[in-house]
C-alpha cells in the first residue's frame, strides 16, 4: 500500500491504541480498583479521551483520510484500505459534528443527571428527576440537530449506536410483531405456570464459577485469549482480539443469574476473538453495531444456552456439580429456565416479554425527541403503555419510569439495539443451520465448532467493515425483520406451555 494510506493507517492506530488504553483503566475500575481511586482514575481516563479526541478530530486527519482516498482510489468496497477508510471517515464526520461546548455541556450534565436519577429511583420519585431529564432531552434535541437526519430527529440519535437505521425501519419492525407478542403472553398467562423453585435454592457460587468456565470453554471461548472476573454490572470488553475479557455477577441463591451472564458474555467475547488478526490494530477492530453484537449474546445465551439439545449433554454434568439436582429430568429443567413471568423490569425479562420492554421505550422516546410527548408528562405515558401493553401498572416509579440507567447518561436511542439483536440472533442462526442441519444434534454432543466456525466465517472475521443492514443482506439475503424471531417463540413456548 502506497505512502499516504500508511501515514492515515499510523494515525488512526494512535486513537485506537488510547482508545484500549482507556479500556484497560476501565476494566481495571469495575473489577479491581479500591473505591477511593475514583477521582484520579476519573481525570487518567478523561485525559486518554482528550487525547484521543483531539488527535482524531484535527484537520490533519480529515487531510490523511482524503489523500489515502485518492490514493487507493478504486480499491474494492470490501477490501481492508477501503473499509478503513469508510469507517473513518464515517466516524470523523460523527465526532466533528458535535460542538466541543455542547460535549461538554452533556458530560457535565449527565455526570449530575446520574446522582439525580439515582436518588430518585431510590426513593421511587419521579417528579425529582423531571427537571433533568427536561434538560437532558433539551441537549438530546440540540444534538440531534447538530448530527443531522432525514425525516425523524430520532435518527441521528439511532445512528449512533447503529449505523443507518432509521426511526421507520425500526418502527416497521416492532410494529410488525408487538400484537404476535401481546397474544403469545397473553397465552402464556392463560396456561398453568411452570415450577422453576429448584433454580432458587443454595448454590456454591465457587462451583457456579467452576461449571460456567467449563461450559464457556466447550462453547469455544478461548481463554489462553480471555478471562473472567467478577463485577456489580456484568459486560464484556477487548484490547485486542487476543485479549477478550468478561465479568459476571454471582447470585448465591439462584443459579441463573451468573450462567446465563456467563452465556452472555461469551457469546459477546466471542464475536470479538473471531475478529480478523490483520483488522486488529486498528479501528475496524470490534463489532459492526450494538445490534450485532447483541445477535451474537443473544444467540449464545438462549438459542444454544436454553436449548433441551445443549441440556442433554449439560444436564448430567450440572448435577454433578449441585447434586440438590439430581432427580430433576430434562423436560422439567427445560421448562424451568424457559419460564415467561410478566415482570415490570427490562433486565429481568424473558425472551417471549423482553422485546415489548423495548417498544415501550422506542414509542417514547420517539415521542419525546420529536416533541409530541413533555418530559412532565413520561410517568403517566410509561404507565398507561405498560398496562395496555402487559395487563398491569408498575405499582411505583422505581419499578416502572426510573428503571433504566440510560437516560441519566444520555442513551437515547440505544434502547432499540437491545430488540433488534433478538430478532438478528434467529435469522443468523437459521441461516446457520440451513447451511449445516446437525447443528442442534452436537450441541447434544458437546460440539459447538461448526457453529462458532460459521460465525466467524460469516460474521466476526470483518470487525468493523460493514454496516448492520450490509452484513444482514450478505448472510441472511434479507433485511431485519421479525418473522424468523417470532416463529422461534411461538415453537418454544408451545412445547414449554403446552399451548
Ligand atoms: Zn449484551
Not at 10 to 38: I, S, Y
Not at 135 to 143: A, F, K, R, W
Not at 165 to 176: C, P
Not at 193 to 212: A, C, M, N, P, T
Request: net charge negative; proline share 3%.
Amino acid at each position: 500500500m502506497g505512502e499516504k494510506y500508511q501515514a492515515l493507517r499510523q494515525r488512526l492506530e494512535t486513537v485506537h491504541n488510547l482508545n484500549m488504553a482507556g479500556g484497560v483503566l476501565n476494566w481495571d475500575r469495575e473489577t479491581a480498583m479500591p473505591p477511593k481511586g475514583d477521582g484520579a482514575r476519573a481525570r487518567q481516563l478523561a485525559t486518554l479521551a482528550r487525547l484521543s479526541h483531539e488527535i482524531f478530530t484535527s484537520q490533519e486527519t480529515a487531510r490523511l483520510i482524503e489523500d489515502a482516498r485518492s490514493e487507493i482510489n478504486g480499491a474494492a468496497y470490501e477490501s481492508n484500505e477501503a473499509s478503513l477508510i469508510r469507517v473513518a471517515q464515517r466516524d470523523y464526520d460523527q465526532l466533528t459534528r458535535l460542538p466541543t461546548e455542547f460535549v461538554a455541556e452533556l458530560t457535565r450534565i449527565t455526570a449530575l443527571a446520574h446522582n439525580v436519577w439515582a436518588e430518585a429511583r431510590a426513593t421511587s420519585n419521579f417528579v425529582t428527576f423531571q427537571p433533568m431529564l427536561e434538560q437532558i432531552m433539551d441537549l438530546m434535541v440540540e444534538g440531534a440537530s447538530c448530527l443531522g437526519y432525514k425525516e425523524h430527529p430520532y435518527d441521528a440519535l439511532l445512528n449512533q449506536y447503529d449505523e443507518g437505521m432509521t426511526t421507520s425501519l425500526v418502527r416497521t419492525i416492532f410494529e410488525a410483531h408487538r400484537p404476535a407478542l401481546v397474544d403469545l403472553i397473553a397465552a402464556v398467562r392463560a396456561a398453568p405456570q411452570v415450577d422453576d423453585s429448584f433454580l432458587h435454592q443454595d448454590f456454591d457460587i465457587e462451583k457456579q464459577r467452576q461449571f460456567g468456565l467449563k461450559m464457556t470453554e466447550a462453547f469455544g471461548y478461548d481463554y489462553q485469549r480471555g478471562i473472567q472476573e467478577v463485577s456489580v454490572h456484568p459486560f464484556c470488553t477487548h484490547f485486542s482480539s487476543n485479549d477478550v475479557r468478561i465479568t459476571t455477577r454471582f447470585d448465591p441463591k439462584f443459579i441463573g443469574s451468573a450462567l446465563f451472564g456467563f452465556f452472555h458474555e461469551t457469546g459477546h467475547a466471542m464475536y470479538e476473538q473471531g475478529i480478523a488478526q490483520d483488522l486488529d490494530d486498528n479501528i475496524l477492530a470490534g463489532g459492526t453495531s450494538l445490534s450485532v453484537h447483541e445477535s451474537q449474546s443473544r444467540m449464545w445465551e438462549n438459542i444454544v444456552g436454553r436449548s433441551k439439545e445443549y441440556w442433554s449433554w449439560a444436564l448430567p454434568q450440572l448435577q454433578e456439580y449441585f447434586p440438590q439436582l439430581k432427580g430433576i429430568g430434562l423436560d422439567e429443567f427445560h421448562r424451568a429456565i424457559n419460564t415467561v413471568r410478566n415482570s415490570f423490569i427490562r433486565v429481568e425479562a424473558d425472551e417471549a416479554t423482553y422485546n415489548l420492554h423495548i417498544i415501550l421505550r422506542f414509542e417514547i422516546e420517539q415521542e419525546l425527541v420529536a416533541g409530541k410527548l413533555a418530559p412532565k408528562d413520561v410517568r403517566d405515558a410509561w404507565n398507561s403503555r405498560f398496562e395496555q401493553f402487559f395487563g398491569m401498572t408498575p405499582p411505583n416509579d422505581a419499578q416502572g419510569v426510573l428503571q433504566d440507567v440510560h437516560w441519566s447518561a444520555g442513551l437515547v436511542g440505544y434502547f432499540p439495539t437491545y430488540a433488534l439483536g433478538n430478532l438478528l440472533s434467529v435469522q443468523y442462526y437459521n441461516q446457520a443451520l440451513k447451511a449445516h442441519p446437525n447443528i442442534p444434534n452436537e450441541f447434544a454432543q458437546g460440539k459447538f465448532d461448526t457453529l462458532l466456525g460459521w460465525l466467524n466465517t460469516n460474521i466476526h472475521q470483518y470487525g468493523r467493515k460493514y454496516t448492520t443492514e450490509e452484513l444482514t443482506q450478505r448472510v441472511t439475503g434479507e433485511t431485519i425483520q421479525s418473522n424468523a424471531y417470532m416463529t422461534y417463540l411461538k415453537d418454544k413456548y408451545t412445547e414449554v406451555y403446552g399451548l
